[in-house]
């Protein structure tokens, strides 16, 4: 296999825009990680699974799996990368995130298709079609659902404390939002439950899903998924080509992680605008800028892309859902592009 | 727009045979239906969201969505059908079940989109990508889980009654059968949560995405999805083209539905093997038979497709997934084709 490929496919000339059909080989799926428990002592019920449908009586007890990830796979027929490109969404949400935007736009797993790379998208362990286990049999505690205002406030930064409403027209958000915040339903839509106990089963599901793959992996990761992404390479810092993280939650502590294991690895650390009105991300992001220094103290390549001081405002937490989510990819694509992470387009275009 | 492309896509000759690339115009998804709830009067909790991370105080009451469904398609370049193939799996399961079967063949996804339809795979209501809301403030009541016992024994009838074993060794299976159930942890790993309170919820997101395509759909439904196929067609028959089930669980009551609605839309009930011997089945399948007679009595062009009065035994309850999945989906395609729901492949060919 090599990374060059004779036959271009038809995606975006250059890797700019998010138009165009694609060559596809095959699109699939599969499960990676996880374990059969046993549930026992548990009462019988009744069940009727159908309208007009039979009476089902139920054992609850008995054997099932828990701790599986769900990967959906694109592969194209003739990529212009041997790496492939591992999209890991953020808390309370799923792999949904990278695909249509809420306002209907192709999110970045199109873009990162078009641009030539495979692209796998994963639900974490105990989210979307990971499915997901009972507590306090498998789970150690009960799920938190998201809520609107939460979303609004405080993690997403789509206005500042106060600006929710339930009425769309009382609503109100940073001045230059860039989310697309009429859609608000539509991005609700996207929430999913979660827990606060499975991050040793997600890790572990995320470690086997890079040591698993063919080529070294490009993680692309977005909030919580940061914390996962970063770990990963640093745990298998042969197996990964680089880290793109959007916004990550949390960060190794460089007191316990040896950042010098990641010489051969770059990173780049992407942040939008209001960072400092929100209390969440005014104490989150110090802690990742403590890593991204331990990695230059180390002499790792590592990229603090803040955008605001770039020129670009208005970016929320969703920066791969605001109205320049292709302009952000392409500064992503770009600064991999720099990395020769993909090969150049054939001399033929 | 018109069925009949000119430029035939690359998919498998004669559309029989599950390999080859194919020229996609466009993968993407969206959430269908649901509705803001306000959740009211729960105590705060506290919460760490990433290791090394903030801690993050939560308020649990505010607006979230549910009834949502996911769906996501993939569009084809140049269909051979204007018809979308609309892919809705059974009970305890989610869209995944289309996806690459749990022995790593390709999946019924695939062959249908390598046979020229645009294909649109959900996960219902509460399942997968769909996410799910809080009981007893939302739903009526609490999840059942899914046992190996449950699913190998009953059903989908991988053996009969007691010859389930933790132990792979130690499992029986029916003589012949085409499930590999050496892969039965893989299966386990589909696996997802369900209720049995969401049926209206669930029946008005998949009626509202019969709605709202620009063709009529086929339905392809497996299990519990039979049901809700069966309603949305007798609800909307002029926006659906055909509906095929896959031993449907449960089916309309003859008495309560008009099936002479149904005249223009064509149905097709594909059954396996050892229905009499699972109790389950036994009591479901003669329902669906009542269904499918009275279909026929209407004046109805209803197939009832026994496979193993056509000499194919061995068939579990996952036809999709059974070794002869491609034979099986080759056969739907046929009758498809036989009611003109797919162009003719171009004569260049």
């Known amino acids: 296999m090599t990374a060059i490929s004779k036959h271009p496919s038809r995606s975006a000339g250059g890797g700019i825009g998010n138009a165009g059909a694609i060559d596809v080989r095959d699109i699939g799926s599969f499960h990676i990680g996880g374990r059969v428990s046993t549930l026992r002592g548990m009462p019988g019920r009744r069940r009727v699974s159908t309208p ?3 009476v089902h009586p139920v054992d609850p007890n008995g054997e099932i799996v828990s701790g599986q990830m769900y990967v959906q796979y694109v592969r194209l ?14 808390g309370g949400m799923c792999g949904t995130n990278w695909e249509t935007t809420p306002d209907g736009r192709p999110g970045w797993q199109m873009y990162f298709l078009r641009a030539g790379f495979d692209v796998l998208v994963s639900d974490a362990v105990e989210r979307g079609r ?3 286990a009972p507590w306090p049999e498998i789970y150690e505690g009960a799920p938190y659902f998201r809520t609107a205002k939460e979303a609004w406030e405080e993690t997403f930064r789509f206005g500042p404390a106060g600006s929710w409403h339930p009425e769309p027209a009382r609503r109100r958000m940073h001045p230059g939002l860039r989310f697309p915040a009429e859609h608000m339903e539509a991005f609700m839509s996207q929430f999913v439950p979660r827990w606060s106990c499975n991050d ?9 899903l890079v040591a698993t793959q063919d080529h070294r992996a490009i993680l692309l990761t977005h909030s919580q998924g940061g914390q996962f992404g970063l770990r990963a390479a ?7 080509a680089a880290v793109v993280s959007l916004e990550p939650s949390g960060a190794p502590d460089p007191l316990a992680g040896d950042a010098r294991m990641l010489r051969g690895v770059p990173h780049l650390f992407v942040w939008g605008d209001h960072l400092a009105q929100h209390r969440f991300w005014a104490e989150s992001m110090p802690r990742v800028r403590r890593w991204h220094e331990a990695l230059l103290d180390a002499g790792v390549d590592s990229t603090w892309l803040d955008l605001p001081s770039r020129g670009i405002h208005g970016n929320s937490h969703a920066l791969m859902a605001d109205d320049n989510s292709d302009a952000i990819a392409e500064t992503v694509l770009r600064w991999l592009d720099r990395r020769s992470l993909r090969a150049p387009e054939a001399a033929s275009r």
């Open 52 to 54: 007009n449908g039979a």
């Open 234 to 240: 640093l745990h298998a810092p042969a197996r990964v």
């Open 77 to 90: 027929a003739r990529p212009r990368s041997r790496h492939p490109m591992l999209l890991w969404h953020g």
């Open 200 to 208: 040793e089963r997600t890790q572990a599901a995320y470690d086997l």
């Open 130 to 132: 990971s499915g997901w």
